[in-house]
């Protein structure tokens, strides 16, 4: 019988991403993506954000799809001046749009 679903036999995970700390410390030089589109100051360090976005479980997305985000758009700890994305999901996406939209433009850039 054929897999009508390609799905993994019952029982068996997919696995997981293979870690890409190169890839990550690229993004950490760049700047937060979303000051840069809606012109705001970035005002602390970039760090890597692996999207949330419709992500359904607690598995992190591929290390290819980290956006550059400042800490004021990722967790706000240290520049609690805009929306984090931890703090607020749903109010990030009102205002920002889905985190995975801007994995897109980071990949079409040669990193």
Same mark, same amino acid.
């Given at each position: 019988?054929?897999?009508?679903?390609?799905?993994?036999?019952?029982?068996?995970?997919?696995?997981?991403?293979?870690?890409?700390?190169?890839?990550?410390?690229?993004?950490?030089?760049? +700047?937060? *993506?979303?000051?840069?589109?809606? #012109?705001?100051?970035?005002? %602390?360090?970039?760090?890597? $954000?692996?999207?949330?976005?419709?992500?359904?479980?607690?598995?992190?997305?591929?290390?290819?799809?980290?956006? +550059?985000? *400042?800490?004021?758009?990722?967790? #706000?700890?240290?520049?609690? %001046?805009?929306?984090?994305? $931890?703090?607020?999901?749903?109010?990030?996406?009102?205002?920002?749009?889905?985190?995975?939209?801007?994995?897109?433009?980071?990949?079409?850039?040669?990193?």
């Amino acid at each position: 019988m054929s897999n009508l679903t390609n799905q993994p036999p019952l029982g068996l995970k997919k696995p997981k991403p293979k870690k890409n700390e190169a890839y990550l410390r690229e993004v950490r030089k760049r +700047p937060c *993506c979303v000051c840069e589109r809606f #012109g705001e100051v970035q005002r %602390s360090e970039t760090t890597a $954000h692996h999207p949330i976005h419709e992500r359904y479980g607690s598995r992190k997305v591929a290390d290819e799809l980290a956006i +550059p985000l *400042c800490d004021g758009h990722h967790q #706000g700890m240290f520049d609690d %001046s805009k929306i984090a994305i $931890h703090k607020n999901k749903k109010i990030w996406r009102e205002t920002y749009g889905p985190d995975w939209s801007y994995s897109l433009s980071v990949q079409e850039t040669d990193i």
